[in-house]
């Protein structure tokens, strides 16, 4: 038995929901349960827009804002259709700790562990290694 029993990974540009199941002969087998991309969310905020130059840091700022709060929300959409159930998140350091601000209570209790990587483009089999949550107790 795990003590998680599903894996969000996310960056900038989205987000994958894995649940995991035991196997009797390959033990912890992720399943993609919910994907999410966010348009456009890795080009930046200064391609998107033709203001001067001294606005950027500012449209930047709102962009990730904008990102973060949109990935809380899908989180949060993924971990209410598991209810009680603890889960793992692991999330790019420069938005991870907004991203958690941003959950709702309720839904923060419930992590079990938390790393600051971007593993979203990581396949499946080798997002195990990274969770110590996903080895058998």
Request: hydrophobic residues 40%.
């Amino acid at each position: 038995m795990t003590a998680s029993s599903l894996i969000i990974v996310v960056d900038r540009g989205g987000l994958r929901a894995y649940r995991a199941e035991e196997t009797p002969s390959r033990g912890v087998n992720l399943k993609l349960v919910q994907a999410f991309e966010i348009p456009n969310a890795n080009r930046g905020a200064n391609t998107n827009h033709t203001t001067a130059l001294t606005d950027w840091p500012q449209l930047e700022i709102e962009e990730n804002r904008r990102i973060c709060r949109q990935l809380a929300e899908e989180i949060a959409k993924v971990v209410r259709q598991m209810p009680g159930e603890g889960w793992s998140l692991a999330a790019p350091k420069a938005i991870s700790a907004s991203i958690v601000k941003l959950l709702p209570n309720s839904i923060r209790e419930r992590i079990v562990e938390h790393l600051e990587s971007d593993l979203l483009k990581t396949p499946a089999e080798q997002l195990r290694e990274h969770f110590r949550s996903l080895q058998p107790f």
